[in-house]
C-alpha cells in the first residue's frame, strides 16, 4: 500500500532523516512515535510529498516517485501521490470563514469539480460518521478543539483517500476533547481506513495502532506490533521512551 524506500531527507546541512524504509499494509494503522525532533512528522509529510525527500523512493498503491540528486521531479507525479492521501494536521487548519459544512466540500467543488449537490450529500454523510451533522452549519470559532478536529477529519475523507495522514490529531487538545477524536480515529480503523499517525499520545496509539515505528534523530530505532512496542519493547531506547512517556501521561 504504501512503501518508503531508503529515505533522506535534508535541511541544508542538517540530515532529518537517514535512510529510513517502511512499508505500511493497505487497512493497518500505524503510529510513528518518538522523542520530539525525532523525525515523525517530517516522515509523515514524506508520504503525502509536502516535504520532497532528498534521496529516495515514495510509493503509495500504484504511484511511485523517485527522487535522487539534482533530477526535478514532474509536478504532475507529486500530484498523483498526493490524490491518494488525506491529511489532518495538528491545529485542524480549517477555513474561518466557512462552515462546518463548507470546509468539507470546498476540496470536492474546487479540486474534484463535484456537483453542488453531491459534494453537499458526501460532506453531510462524512459529518453524520464524525459526530458533527448536528454542528454543519457552525462557524469553526464557535466548535471546540475536538469539534474542530472532527470537522478536519471529515474534510480529509472527503475525496476518499487510500491513506489518512495523522499529524498530532489530540496534542492541541485537552484529555476530554482528545477523547472525541480517539474515538473517531478508533472507529475509522475499526473500518479498515489504513492510517499512518504522528503522536505523542501513547492512549491513541496504544487503542488504535496495529504497529508501532519509534523513531529518534532520523533513525527508525524499532519497528513491531503496538502491543510489543509498549509492554516488551527490545530495545533499550525504546524502553526509556515508552516508560518516561506512560508516567508523563499518567500525571
Known amino acids: 500500500m504504501i512503501e518508503l524506500s531508503h529515505i533522506e531527507k535534508r535541511f541544508g546541512e542538517a540530515v532529518i532523516l537517514k535512510d529510513v524504509s517502511l512499508s505500511f499494509p493497505e487497512g493497518s494503522v500505524t503510529a510513528l512515535v518518538g522523542p520530539s525532533g525525532g523525525g515523525k512528522s517530517t516522515l509523515l509529510r514524506t508520504i503525502n510529498l509536502l516535504?520532497?525527500?532528498s534521496k529516495g523512493s515514495v510509493q503509495v498503491g500504484e504511484n511511485r516517485v523517485?527522487?535522487?540528486?539534482?533530477?526535478?521531479?514532474?509536478?504532475?507525479?507529486?500530484?498523483?501521490i498526493r490524490c491518494e492521501t488525506g491529511m489532518v494536521f495538528q491545529n485542524f487548519?480549517?477555513?474561518?470563514?466557512?462552515?462546518a459544512i463548507e470546509n468539507v466540500v470546498e476540496g470536492l467543488l474546487t479540486v474534484q469539480k463535484w456537483s453542488k449537490d453531491?459534494?453537499?450529500?458526501?460532506?453531510m454523510e462524512l459529518l453524520t460518521k464524525v459526530g458533527m451533522a448536528h454542528k454543519a452549519d457552525a462557524?469553526?470559532?464557535?466548535?471546540s478543539g475536538g469539534q474542530q478536529q472532527r470537522v478536519a477529519i471529515a474534510r480529509a475523507l472527503a475525496p476518499s483517500p487510500k491513506v489518512l495522514l495523522c499529524d498530532?490529531?489530540?496534542s492541541a487538545l485537552d484529555p476530554e476533547l482528545a477523547g472525541e477524536v480517539v474515538d473517531v480515529l478508533g472507529t475509522l480503523a475499526s473500518e479498515g481506513t489504513t492510517m499512518v499517525m504522528a503522536t505523542h499520545d501513547l492512549r491513541l496509539a496504544s487503542k488504535i495502532a496495529n504497529n508501532v515505528v519509534f523513531l529518534e534523530a532520523g533513525e527508525v530505532v524499532e519497528t513491531g506490533t503496538a502491543e510489543a512496542i509498549f509492554q516488551s519493547p527490545k530495545r533499550e531506547r525504546t524502553k526509556r521512551f515508552v516508560s518516561s512517556i506512560s508516567a508523563a501521561q499518567t500525571l
Open 118 to 123: 453531491k459534494a453537499h450529500a458526501r460532506a
Open 93 to 99: 487548519q480549517l477555513f474561518p470563514h466557512r462552515t
Open 66 to 80: 523517485d527522487f535522487t540528486s539534482g533530477r526535478k521531479v514532474p509536478f504532475a507525479d507529486i500530484q498523483r
Open 51 to 53: 516535504e520532497l525527500p
Open 168 to 170: 498530532e490529531p489530540t
Open 139 to 143: 462557524w469553526p470559532a464557535n466548535l
